[in-house]
Protein backbone atom coordinates (compact mmCIF):
# COMPACT_ATOMS: atom_id res chain seq x y z
CA UNK A 1 0.00 0.00 0.00
CA UNK A 2 0.92 3.03 -0.84
CA UNK A 3 0.82 6.43 0.56
CA UNK A 4 -0.21 9.57 -1.12
CA UNK A 5 2.76 12.32 -1.49
CA UNK A 6 1.55 14.72 0.47
CA UNK A 7 3.63 18.19 1.22
CA UNK A 8 3.36 19.85 4.47
CA UNK A 9 3.80 23.48 3.99
CA UNK A 10 6.45 25.19 5.86
CA UNK A 11 6.05 27.27 8.72
CA UNK A 12 6.11 30.83 7.49
CA UNK A 13 8.46 33.50 9.67
CA UNK A 14 5.14 35.50 10.45
CA UNK A 15 4.18 32.38 12.63
CA UNK A 16 7.41 31.65 14.16
CA UNK A 17 7.60 35.49 15.22
CA UNK A 18 4.04 35.60 16.11
CA UNK A 19 4.63 32.08 18.66
CA UNK A 20 8.31 33.83 20.08
CA UNK A 21 6.28 37.12 20.68
CA UNK A 22 3.28 35.68 22.40
CA UNK A 23 5.64 33.37 24.39
CA UNK A 24 7.99 36.18 25.39
CA UNK A 25 4.74 38.41 26.42
CA UNK A 26 4.13 35.55 28.95
CA UNK A 27 7.65 35.03 30.39
CA UNK A 28 8.14 39.01 30.63
CA UNK A 29 5.72 38.53 33.50
CA UNK A 30 7.32 35.90 35.03
CA UNK A 31 10.83 36.71 34.91
CA UNK A 32 9.76 40.43 36.77
CA UNK A 33 8.07 38.41 39.20
CA UNK A 34 10.77 36.15 39.82
CA UNK A 35 13.05 39.10 40.09
CA UNK A 36 10.67 40.81 42.77
CA UNK A 37 10.60 38.11 44.98
CA UNK A 38 13.98 37.29 45.12
CA UNK A 39 14.96 40.78 45.41
CA UNK A 40 12.88 40.41 48.81
CA UNK A 41 9.20 41.33 47.99
CA UNK A 42 7.15 43.93 46.63
CA UNK A 43 7.82 47.84 48.69
CA UNK A 44 5.57 47.86 51.95
CA UNK A 45 1.90 49.10 50.84
CA UNK A 46 -0.05 51.24 53.63
CA UNK A 47 -3.02 48.74 54.94
CA UNK A 48 -1.21 45.27 54.22
CA UNK A 49 0.90 42.96 55.53
CA UNK A 50 4.18 41.88 54.64
CA UNK A 51 2.78 38.23 54.92
CA UNK A 52 -0.06 39.11 52.41
CA UNK A 53 2.06 40.84 50.53
CA UNK A 54 4.65 38.01 49.83
CA UNK A 55 1.61 35.27 49.89
CA UNK A 56 0.27 37.70 46.80
CA UNK A 57 3.64 38.15 45.00
CA UNK A 58 4.05 33.93 45.32
CA UNK A 59 0.38 33.43 43.88
CA UNK A 60 1.20 35.98 40.74
CA UNK A 61 4.69 33.74 40.27
CA UNK A 62 2.45 30.66 40.28
CA UNK A 63 -0.46 32.17 37.73
CA UNK A 64 2.37 33.70 35.51
CA UNK A 65 3.92 29.81 35.67
CA UNK A 66 0.67 28.48 34.54
CA UNK A 67 0.13 30.92 31.93
CA UNK A 68 3.18 30.45 30.10
CA UNK A 69 2.39 26.30 29.95
CA UNK A 70 -0.65 27.84 28.49
CA UNK A 71 0.95 30.16 26.19
CA UNK A 72 3.70 27.28 25.17
CA UNK A 73 1.13 24.83 23.76
CA UNK A 74 -1.23 27.31 22.05
CA UNK A 75 2.41 28.77 20.54
CA UNK A 76 2.81 24.93 19.46
CA UNK A 77 -0.68 24.91 18.16
CA UNK A 78 -0.54 27.86 16.34
CA UNK A 79 2.94 26.72 14.59
CA UNK A 80 0.64 23.61 14.02
CA UNK A 81 -1.38 25.85 11.66
CA UNK A 82 -4.67 25.35 13.72
CA UNK A 83 -6.81 28.31 13.42
CA UNK A 84 -8.64 28.30 17.29
CA UNK A 85 -5.36 28.57 18.07
CA UNK A 86 -4.53 32.22 16.38
CA UNK A 87 -8.39 33.17 17.90
CA UNK A 88 -7.45 31.99 21.20
CA UNK A 89 -4.29 33.96 21.04
CA UNK A 90 -5.80 36.85 19.31
CA UNK A 91 -8.61 37.34 22.49
CA UNK A 92 -5.74 36.80 24.80
CA UNK A 93 -4.06 40.02 23.04
CA UNK A 94 -7.02 41.95 23.21
CA UNK A 95 -7.73 40.88 27.09
CA UNK A 96 -4.22 42.13 27.49
CA UNK A 97 -5.07 45.54 26.36
CA UNK A 98 -6.88 45.89 30.28
CA UNK A 99 -3.40 47.20 31.93
CA UNK A 100 -4.38 50.24 29.58
CA UNK A 101 -7.12 51.09 32.42
CA UNK A 102 -5.50 50.90 35.51
CA UNK A 103 -2.32 51.17 37.17
CA UNK A 104 0.71 48.61 35.97
CA UNK A 105 4.29 48.58 35.28
CA UNK A 106 6.39 48.54 32.62
CA UNK A 107 6.61 44.47 32.37
CA UNK A 108 2.80 44.97 31.54
CA UNK A 109 3.39 47.54 29.23
CA UNK A 110 5.93 45.29 27.71
CA UNK A 111 3.79 42.09 27.18
CA UNK A 112 0.91 43.78 25.88
CA UNK A 113 3.37 45.25 23.38
CA UNK A 114 4.83 41.82 22.51
CA UNK A 115 1.53 40.55 22.94
CA UNK A 116 0.01 42.88 20.23
CA UNK A 117 3.07 42.20 17.92
CA UNK A 118 2.04 38.19 18.27
CA UNK A 119 -1.38 39.55 16.96
CA UNK A 120 -0.36 41.66 13.84
CA UNK A 121 2.23 38.85 12.45
CA UNK A 122 -0.37 35.75 12.92
CA UNK A 123 -3.07 37.86 10.86
CA UNK A 124 -0.53 38.72 8.73
CA UNK A 125 -1.16 37.23 4.64
CA UNK A 126 1.94 34.97 4.71
CA UNK A 127 0.20 33.20 8.09
CA UNK A 128 -3.00 33.50 6.83
CA UNK A 129 -2.15 31.44 3.62
CA UNK A 130 -0.03 29.19 5.65
CA UNK A 131 -3.58 28.27 8.31
CA UNK A 132 -5.64 27.94 4.82
CA UNK A 133 -2.87 25.69 3.74
CA UNK A 134 -2.88 23.20 6.52
CA UNK A 135 -6.73 23.30 6.99
CA UNK A 136 -7.00 21.50 3.65
Known amino acids: MTTPNVQTPSVPST ?3 AALA ?3 SAIVPLVWGLIVL ?4 MPPTPGVSPQVAQTFLVAS ?11 LWLSWKLRAG ?7 LAVFAVLHL ?4 GPADAESYIG ?3 ALLGLVLSFLPASSRYIADVTR
Not at 38 to 41: H, Q, V
Not at 82 to 88: E, S, T
Open 61 to 71: VAMSVISLLVY
Open 15 to 17: ING
Open 22 to 24: YLA
Open 112 to 114: LGL
Open 38 to 41: SSGG
Open 82 to 88: RNWARIV
Open 98 to 101: SVLF
